[in-house]
């Protein structure tokens, strides 16, 4: 079945940064496009980054613009978001996502997330 692995999550001061993976399984992964969400303490999920099958196009939300990054390594079925410039307001779960539309695994599915804390 479909699993998204998250990790590299921590505590980490303002300013600083952090590199967030994804290691998926379960699905033919150079052929979706991979997405990155966050969901902080009582309030809703929100999308953060996404990235094509093959890399070549990015999009991320306006708050985390110019700051994040996310990349793929196809030949590893891993998906990466680097984070610098961190800010409190960044404190959040993160979770991998991918949307499959056809087949038995068609669907939304996730991670389990991996806890982000930018504080001093």
């Known amino acids: 079945q479909v699993q998204l692995v998250e990790s590299g999550g921590g505590l980490v001061q303002p300013g600083g940064s952090l590199r967030l993976s994804c290691a998926a399984a379960g699905f033919t992964f150079d052929i979706h496009t991979m997405n990155w969400y966050r969901q902080a303490q009582g309030k809703e999920r929100d999308f953060v980054a996404s990235i094509s099958a093959s890399g070549g196009s990015t999009n991320y939300a306006d708050s985390v613009k110019g700051r994040f990054t996310v990349f793929r390594e196809n030949a590893k079925n891993t998906l990466y978001l680097q984070m610098n410039t961190l800010e409190p307001e960044d404190t959040a779960v993160y979770f991998c996502?991918?949307?499959?539309?056809?087949?038995?695994?068609?669907?939304?599915?996730w991670g389990q997330g991996t806890q982000v804390t930018v504080s001093s």
């Open positions: 996502n991918v949307h499959i539309l056809r087949g038995p695994a068609r669907g939304h599915h």
